[in-house]
Structure formats: structure tokens, C-alpha cells
């Protein structure tokens, strides 16, 4: 089958979790809500399809291919499918709409569970620096990046690399971040998405982070490495497919996100 293009279709009722958001990926590559220590993975979990208006499949064949800029009321809707350290996996909708987009690349983004609650705003200030507010039933935090966060160069060319770190910081709770990130692109792929057959960007990355986090008072410290895939379609300028794998090493509680993998449900392109 095929996906809605406008519309919101086939959205599959689940347990929302923070999402990066689309408009982010033109800027930087990596986004990193963090969600609450004590029950789930702190870190980075997919990126936003970017996109070129005037990027074609012939132009990504060629080995480049220009990022589509985001629009105010771009809608992207995924599957995402989340793996749990004791073998439990949870499968949910999420839909992320652009809500300002401006050419110095301030942005901001919002995203919702399939019920219309808002879980998280992302947004883009003019240093180029990413602030996420999310929400969730234990209150809400805000996590401030200290400095932009590495990512491709516009066009991006088959074989292009980036490399960086980046640290963020929370409030209330006062949980940081140190990121080490690289990536590339790797090659031209076609792959199938919910029957349709579309020419893509595949790029890996991979991000190391050390979490500093306090549990009922008392301080705790873990790591992660984060290895992804994506595949960015050049003819609709947005992420199709998103596959990730994590490990962990210090302590933190379980269950532990393990692995996700995301798939385009629908897309409104303004």
C-alpha cells in the first residue's frame, strides 16, 4: 500500500515517546530529546527528513543533492517500532508539523502522539543551536544545546563525512550531555516504503554520550554509542526509513530503549 500525501492516515494507536522532528535534519544532523532517566533512554533517536525543493532522483544519481528547506505546516506522520532491553517492543504513531521556519534557519517544530497531544516543541535560534521542551505526565523539561550540533553541508555529495561533539543541559532536573558524533553519506539506494519505490540518500551515523542524571537525589553516570541508518528520499525531500541501535555501559535502570526503526506513514509538503 501506498501512503496519504496531506493527510494523516492510517495512524496506529501507541505509546508516545520524544521524536525529532523534520525541519531539524537541514542543520544539523542529529537531534537529542532526552527523556527521564529512570525509565527510558536519554539520547539521540532518528532525525527529521530535510529536502530540497528542485533535489531530484537524476541529481542524487549523480552523487549530490541539494536539502529540500522546510515550510511552515510541513506534516511528516511515522510508524516507529521501539526494542526494550527484556524483549518487549512498543509500536506507535508520531506526527511532527513545522510551525515557523525562517531563511536565517530559526525554526520551530512540534510534535504529537496519535491522540493530538503535544509531547515536544523544537526549536532552532539563531546561533543555530537547539532547544527541545517536552512533555510528559512527570512534568515538563527543557534541554538547551551549548553549541550547534554537527551535520552535512548543503549539497550533500556521496561519500560526504562530518564529524563533532556537542553538550546539552536540562532543567528541572539538571541531567547533561557530552556528545561525540560522525557520519556519511554512504550511498544511493533504492528501497520499497509501504509499496512505493523510491530512490534515497543512505546515510549512517554513529553518536557516543556520557549522561550525567540524578535518580531520587542521588547521582548517576552511564554512556551509550548509537549506530543509525537513514534513508532520505530525494523525490519527496524527507526521511522514509530510520533503523538505530544502542548499547549502554554505567548504570541505569531498566527497561532500556535498544533499538528503533521508523517508516513514512504519510507527509504533507507545503
Known sequence: MGWAQGAAANIIPGTPTNEQPEAMKHQMKRLMPMLAATACAVGVFGCGGGGSSGST???????????RQPVAGDERVYQITDTYDDGTTSTYTQKRVVTQFYPNGVSTTQAFDA????????????????????????????????????????????????????????????????????????????????????????????????????????PGTYSYTDTETDWESTDLGLVVKSELTRTYAGSLPSPKIVGRSRTLVSYVNK
Request: proline share 4%; net charge negative.
Open 57 to 67: 532522483a537524476s541529481q542524487a544519481a549523480q552523487g549530490q543533492y541539494t536539502p
Open 115 to 218: 491522540s493530538g497531544n503535544l509531547l515536544q516543541i523544537d526549536s532552532i535560534d539563531v546561533n543555530h543551536q537547539l532547544s527541545v521542551t517536552s512533555y510528559s505526565s512527570s512534568g515538563t523539561r527543557v534541554c538547551i544545546d551549548q553549541q550547534p550540533r554537527p551535520s552535512f553541508a548543503s549539497p550533500y555529495s556521496v561519500g560526504e563525512k562530518f564529524q563533532g561533539v556537542y553538550s546539552t543541559g536540562c532543567i528541572p532536573d539538571g541531567l547533561t550531555a557530552d556528545v561525540a558524533t560522525s557520519g556519511q553519506i554512504a550511498s544511493v539506494e533504492k528501497i520499497a516504503v509501504n509499496g512505493t519505490d523510491l530512490t534515497t540518500l543512505k546515510e549512517t551515523s554513529s553518536s557516543t554520550g556520557t549522561v550525567n542524571y540524578s535518580s531520587s537525589g542521588q
